[in-house]
């Protein structure tokens, strides 16, 4: 018998029920009690759902109030001190403020600094570790909810972040080196995998994603001492997973490590299926990640039943189990409620209720049960509608792409020409605010979006709403004082999404939700077609807003990669031909915002760094089509006009040398939870353009005030050109309230005129 094993399944719930609870826990309107009941629902829901869906190997603890990392970390006491006694007294109060931050009852704690989980638009918590650190099991989570499961009738298999990759994806915060900590923490992890044992536990699933990364011979010594030490203790058996991408040079060792199973993407890399059948020893147990995890269309059963088939002639389907490629976290729940969508395009998707099933017709039809061949026949027909469906190839698109050249990516002067010519037009003091576009999307903004949506609020009524959203915002920034106005963004509902709705070959769906962070989600487009732009996306209320001010207005556009990497992108072409079909509708939209008077456009990238490939071998050839793409989007304009980007959650010393190649003016970036650390290889490489490292976290509601932010411009100036240095928070607004944006603001622009007083001092 073929088995069926899940790695993950999102836990936001359909409706984003987690959401809503956690942010009425947060806002005092639900009590904790009320908060763990939905959540405890919403886990049994999936369990069930993952088991009527066809499911043989449910997951647990893969749920999250906030994050599996945080959770993790929590649970093995890696808390700093300044959250402790707040953890003390009360566990989840000291849980959120890690996450969150907190300022209220005499504490005043920065959250832990947020970065991309690997390749995707998920974020984690990185955990402060520091030398000397201890560990402890502190929290049973994942006992509980295994028990919790089996109370229930569901026998699960436990997910645990191992213990390497949790130790790689830490942050120690003295420079030490966190591998040396790996004595300490394997007798906590070695205590937790015993409880579950005793509790019952047949087999836990230890996720090292760390396997697919480029790793050092220190890494693999700390791979062979973790769960070399892990195989000594009366413990489930343990299925290691490995996913998004391929183990490549780490396959010798993660086949050697002495565990049970070993699960590998087969997704992402195919290719590595008859090295793993090489080098995997007898008698393990191998999970076979066919169907794709990362996206949402329905896949190739008949590729993947070939892959099966081949392990199963090498090894014996006993020891098999067919899986997603990795947790599922990354796609939506069910496709079935989507009606909406046009064509035939809901039949194309699966999510992750629909991947659930498919593995169930691959394991039937590895099986040879009777009615795996007519699922499979439908699979086939479903997949040559859309091979075949005009809506998704449009041939004057490929013409346009065809016909890029040099000269498409190139601006028509260098920097230094350009600065001048802006300066003289922009007119700027040194150290100019500015923000990085969004205000609070407030519930009444989303209200009235939603009422619009519903036909309850007419599209007069909701523009005029839109406008006094728009005019309340720029005479807060003008009062402020703030030099480089933005428009607010009142009428996008995400960056992304805002776009897809917009552009020929975007779908968008209605509960298509993936978690982003905490309680927040997006909705990514679905880009299922060749993208072109029928009409202006933007003109209108950029323009509308620029006439309500001399002060210049930036134009707010997203840009080509960002567009791509954070939408579900058609697997039927290289990702980077429809990167430039959505570069060159973006420029298209660039240069009427210029025709129309805007003098400043920025262009976020946010996602640029997050898209680089897990492999330092493929990086060159996607940071070539990234550059161009924006650069294309980009390069169509007058010298005098202002092109900026911004991008956060960035590493920036890997890539530093294409966000120059970017030849944007200027670039506000992430900078202030790691503060300032960011700007090292900016300065490193000597950025010659103009750069707004951020000075506080939008990320938090903690207000900063002027001293620490103009504390953290110090800290800029000494290393950078006072010419150089724009002031900026460190992201959009959209999630922080009204009072605490005004306060915050209003602290920035007296930080800058602070150093704009001490600028004219020193000269
Ligand atoms: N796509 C994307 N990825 C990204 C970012 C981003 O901005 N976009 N930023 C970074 C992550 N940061 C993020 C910051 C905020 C949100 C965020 O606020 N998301 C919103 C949803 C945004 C959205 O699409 N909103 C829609 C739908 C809003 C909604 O919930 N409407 C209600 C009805 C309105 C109401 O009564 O509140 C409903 O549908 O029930 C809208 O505004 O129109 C949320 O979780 O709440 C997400 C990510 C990195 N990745
Ligand atoms: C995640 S980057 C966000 C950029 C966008 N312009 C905003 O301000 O929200
Ligand atoms: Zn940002």
Redesign the pocket.
């Known amino acids: 018998m073929s088995i069926v094993g899940n790695l993950g399944f999102p836990r936001i719930g359909a409706r984003r029920e987690l959401k809503r609870a956690l942010e009425a826990f947060w806002s005092g309107e639900e009590t904790s009690e009320q908060l763990q009941s939905t959540a405890r629902e919403l886990r049994s829901q999936h369990w069930q759902l993952q088991r009527a869906a066809g499911a043989d190997v449910v997951p647990s603890n893969d749920f999250s109030l906030y994050d599996q990392v945080l959770d993790t970390a929590f649970a093995v006491d890696a808390i700093p001190d300044r959250y402790r006694a707040l953890a003390d007294a009360d566990p989840l109060a000291g849980y959120f403020a890690l996450a969150r931050g907190v300022q209220n009852n005499g504490f005043d704690l920065h959250a832990l600094e947020m970065t991309k989980w690997f390749d995707t638009n998920y974020h984690y918590l990185v955990p402060e570790l520091q030398r000397d650190q201890a560990f402890r099991l502190r929290d049973h989570k994942p006992l509980r909810e295994y028990l919790e499961a089996r109370a229930l009738g569901v026998e699960t298999r436990p997910v645990l972040l191992g213990p390497v990759s949790f130790l790689l994806l830490s942050k120690a915060v003295d420079g030490s080196d966190r591998l040396a900590l790996l004595d300490r923490l394997l007798p906590v992890y070695a205590e937790l995998l015993e409880t579950l044992k005793v509790a019952g536990a047949q087999w836990v699933q230890i996720d090292e994603p760390c396997l697919v990364l480029d790793l050092d011979d220190d890494d693999h010594a700390a791979y062979r001492k973790a769960y070399a030490a892990l195989a000594q203790v009366a413990r489930p058996q343990v299925l290691l997973a490995s996913y998004f991408g391929a183990l490549g040079g780490n396959l010798a060792l993660a086949a050697e490590l002495p565990v049970d199973g070993l699960h590998v993407d087969l997704v992402r890399a195919p290719d590595q299926l008859d090295d793993v059948l090489d080098a995997l020893p007898e008698g393990r147990t191998l999970s076979l990640g066919v169907v794709d995890g990362r996206n949402v269309w329905r896949g190739d059963l008949d590729r993947a039943l070939a892959l099966a088939t081949r392990a199963a002639e090498r090894r014996g389907s006993g020891s098999l189990q067919l899986a997603p490629s990795c947790s599922l976290l990354h796609v939506p729940v069910d496709a079935s409620t989507e009606k909406a969508l046009p064509g035939k395009l809901q039949s194309w998707l699966a999510f992750a209720r629909q991947k659930i099933e498919e593995l169930r017709v691959l394991a039937d039809a590895l099986d040879g049960a009777p009615d795996a061949p007519a699922a499979l026949d439908q699979a086939r027909a479903r997949l040559q509608t859309r091979r075949q469906s005009d809506k998704v190839h449009r041939p004057q698109v490929a013409a346009r792409v065809a016909a890029i050249d040099a000269a498409t990516a190139t601006r028509a002067s260098a920097y230094p020409q350009r600065s001048v010519v802006q300066a003289q037009r922009l007119n700027l003091p040194v150290f100019p605010t500015t923000t990085?576009?969004?205000f609070p999307q407030t519930r009444d903004v989303r209200e009235a979006r939603a009422r619009n949506k519903a036909s309850k609020l007419s599209q007069a009524a909701y523009d005029d709403f839109l406008a006094a959203e728009t005019t309340k915002c720029v005479r807060l920034q003008e009062a402020i004082g703030i030099d480089v106005l933005v428009h607010g963004?009142f009428e996008r509902n995400d960056?992304v999404e805002y776009f897809g709705e917009q552009l020929d070959g975007f779908a968008f769906t209605r509960n298509g939700w993936v978690q982003s962070y905490g309680s927040r989600c997006v909705k990514p487009p679905i880009i299922f077609g060749d993208v072109q732009r029928p009409a202006p996306m933007t003109v209108y209320w950029s323009t509308y807003a620029q006439s309500l001010t001399h002060k210049p207005m930036k134009g707010?556009l997203t840009g080509p990669v960002t567009v791509l990497q954070w939408s579900f992108v058609r697997d039927d072409q290289p990702r980077a031909q429809t990167c430039r079909q959505i570069a060159l509708a973006l420029r298209d939209e660039v240069l009427d915002l210029e025709a129309a008077g805007i003098g400043v456009i920025?262009i976020?990238e946010?996602a640029l760094r997050e898209g680089l490939p897990l492999q330092r071998s493929d990086w060159q050839a996607y940071l070539d089509w990234a550059v161009e793409c924006f650069r294309i989007a980009a390069a169509g304009v007058a010298d005098a006009t202002q092109i900026h980007t911004?991008m956060?959650y960035s590493e920036f010393n890997d890539i530093i040398e294409s966000v120059a190649a970017m030849d944007a003016d200027v670039i506000s970036i992430e900078t202030s939870r790691s503060r300032m650390e960011l700007l090292d290889a900016f300065v490193k490489f000597r950025y010659p353009n103009q750069i707004g490292p951020g000075v506080y976290d939008i990320h938090s509601p903690r207000v900063p005030d002027a001293n620490e932010m103009t504390t953290l411009l110090h800290k800029a100036v000494a290393v950078l050109d006072p010419a150089q240095v724009w002031v900026n928070p460190d992201?959009?607004?959209?999630t922080r309230g009204w009072p605490e944006t005004q306060a915050a603001l209003e602290a920035m622009v007296e930080a800058a005129r602070r150093l704009r007083a001490a600028n004219v001092e020193a000269a």
């Open positions: 990085i576009g969004s963004e960056m707010m920025q976020d946010p911004h956060c992201c959009g607004l959209k």
